[in-house]
């Protein structure tokens, strides 16, 4: 069975542009979720959607936005791109919306901001 | 914000050597996780400990958690080189995210 796959897997944008990063999670799962890794730090948690509505926010702008399509992929839109929002961007899915599961990441997105 | 912190930030052994890696938390939790992540890709996850439970085995690996000291370690016994990645504890409590801690970055050399 495939794992959570993740699109494009490198992306260079430059400050004020957008970006839209793509997740599609294994199937069975209803919920995905998103995560920031900056250098050398652990992940920081952004969204988390189930059955096309969003279930949680982490603290970030609302430059940050996401939504879930019927067949349980996933898009993180950012705008107004800043330099510090390099970083390596997680999706994560689980058959559910309870995080006492494990959640199996995808590759993740490496997005540079110049 | 990170949910606390991993000891020792970085970790350089021999082969054949066991590493121990800690991490402490902030809040109470429904459960601990311990994933790997090698280069800088996607998490891989290892192990998940309940806040009942004090101890658990997977393989080379053994965690314990002690919910008093808000405390956990994770045990690789017997390690590779292939074991060469960073390691991150992760607290769920009963709602739907994991906050990560900062890492273990684990070097084992041949």
């Known amino acids: 069975d495939a794992g959570v796959t993740q699109s494009p897997t490198h992306l260079i944008k430059t400050r004020g542009q957008h970006v839209t990063l793509r997740c599609s999670p294994i199937?069975?799962?209803?919920?995905v979720s998103w995560y920031q890794q900056v250098l050398g730090q652990g992940p920081q948690f952004i969204f988390q959607?189930?059955?096309?509505?969003?279930?949680g926010r982490g603290n970030f702008p609302d430059r940050f936005s996401a939504r879930q399509f019927p067949n349980y992929s996933s898009e993180l839109n950012v705008n107004a791109l800043l330099l510090g929002d390099s970083a390596l961007y997680l999706c994560?899915?689980?058959?559910?919306?309870?995080?006492?599961?494990?959640?199996?990441f995808g590759p993740g997105t490496r997005l540079t901001v110049t | 914000s990170q949910q606390g912190e991993e000891d020792p930030q970085a970790l350089s052994i021999q082969e054949g050597e066991n590493a121990t890696m800690n991490c402490s938390y902030k809040?109470?939790?429904?459960?601990l996780q311990w994933y790997r992540q090698n280069s800088g890709r996607g998490l891989v996850h290892l192990i998940l400990?309940?806040?009942?439970?004090r101890e658990k085995h997977s393989g080379r690996l053994r965690v314990t958690l002690d919910t008093s000291k808000k405390s956990s370690s994770l045990l690789i016994t017997a390690s590779r080189a292939a074991d060469t990645a960073s390691y991150f504890c992760?607290?769920?409590?009963?709602?739907?995210?994991?906050?990560f801690g900062s890492g273990t970055r684990l070097l084992v050399r041949p």
């Open positions: 994560a899915s689980t058959p559910l919306v309870s995080a006492t599961y494990e959640q199996y």
């Open positions: 199937s069975g799962h209803k919920s």
């Open positions: 959607y189930y059955e096309k509505e969003e279930r």
């Open positions: 809040t109470s939790i429904n459960n």
């Open positions: 400990i309940r806040s009942n439970e």
């Open positions: 992760a607290t769920a409590d009963s709602s739907y995210k994991l906050i």
